[in-house]
C-alpha cells in the first residue's frame, strides 16, 4: 500500500525556517520523481519544488530560499524552507510521480499525494 506522510509544518514568524519531511513507503522514492504542492484558502494546488534523479526544480518565488533534499536510503524527501515570508503560509503536500526522469510541475501528473501539513508564516 502507498502512503506518504508529511510532517514538519507548524507556526513560524516571517524570517524563519521550517523543515518538512515526506516519508515513503509501499514504493522506493528512487524509481519515482517527487514534488511538494501548496495549497493556500481560496487558491488552486501550485508547485513549489521537485525532484528527478537527474535534477531539483523550484518555483520563482522559492529559488533560493527553498532546497528539496532527497535521502533514498531512508525513503523520504525534505523541504527545507527558509527566509519565509506570509506569503508561503499554505498547506503543504507531498506527491509522487511514477516517472523518474524528470519533474513535473503539473498536479496531474502526480499519482499519489500525502495529507498535507499547515504552514503559517506571521508578520
Known amino acids: 500500500q502507498v502512503q506518504l506522510l508529511e510532517s514538519g509544518g507548524g507556526l513560524v514568524q516571517a524570517g524563519g525556517s521550517l523543515r518538512l519531511s515526506c516519508v515513503v513507503s509501499?514504493?522506493?522514492?528512487?524509481?519515482?520523481?517527487m514534488g511538494w504542492f501548496r495549497q493556500a484558502p481560496g487558491l488552486e494546488r501550485e508547485f513549489v519544488a521537485g525532484?528527478?534523479?537527474?535534477?531539483?526544480r523550484y518555483r520563482d518565488s522559492v529559488k533560493g530560499r527553498f532546497t528539496i533534499p532527497r535521502d533514498n536510503a531512508k525513503n523520504t524527501v525534505n523541504l527545507q524552507m527558509n527566509t519565509l515570508k506570509p506569503e508561503d503560509t499554505a498547506v503543504y503536500y507531498c506527491?509522487?510521480?511514477?516517472?523518474?526522469?524528470?519533474?513535473?510541475?503539473?498536479?496531474?501528473?502526480?499519482?499519489?499525494w500525502g495529507q498535507g501539513t499547515q504552514v503559517t508564516v506571521s508578520s
Open positions: 509501499g514504493f522506493t522514492t528512487r524509481a519515482y520523481s
Open positions: 525532484i528527478s534523479m537527474t535534477s531539483t
Open positions: 506527491g509522487a510521480r511514477r516517472d523518474s526522469r524528470w519533474v513535473s510541475v503539473f498536479e496531474k501528473d502526480y499519482d499519489h
